[in-house]
């Protein structure tokens, strides 16, 4: 009678480590997973914003270098060379203080509002 209590005892033992070791594989893989796309997506958030300053920094220099002023506003480096970015994700505030002086240029990021689709 014991014998099979002790069986019984094990059967259960390896029954619940059998149920709980794959779950735990499986939970401790999906927080792996997570982080990593966590990870990868600030690293490329960052990677666009780097991107948006040295663009906003060549078409400011290439203005000047070509014109003799500093762009007056975001809007006229947009029209005039071609400046485009998500404006749902990041905003970027152009202060010109002068046509002879390199304007204030200050870029945040606000993440996706929305869609992400053109209006």
Do not use: W
Request: charged share 20%; net charge negative.
């Amino acid at each position: 009678m014991e014998e099979i209590s002790l069986k019984k005892k094990n059967n259960f033992i390896l029954g619940l480590l059998g149920f709980v070791l794959p779950t735990a594989t499986i939970i401790l893989l999906i927080v792996i997973f997570y982080f990593g796309v966590k990870q990868i997506s600030t690293s490329t958030i960052e990677k666009q914003e780097n991107a948006l300053h040295m663009a906003i920094e060549r078409d400011i220099v290439q203005c000047y270098s070509i014109e003799g002023i500093y762009p007056p506003s975001l809007n006229y480096l947009e029209v005039h060379y071609g400046l485009v970015y998500d404006k749902n994700m990041f905003f970027v505030d152009y202060r010109p203080i002068a046509a002879n002086i390199y304007p204030d240029v200050t870029i945040l990021y606000v993440g996706k509002q929305g869609l992400g689709i053109d209006r």
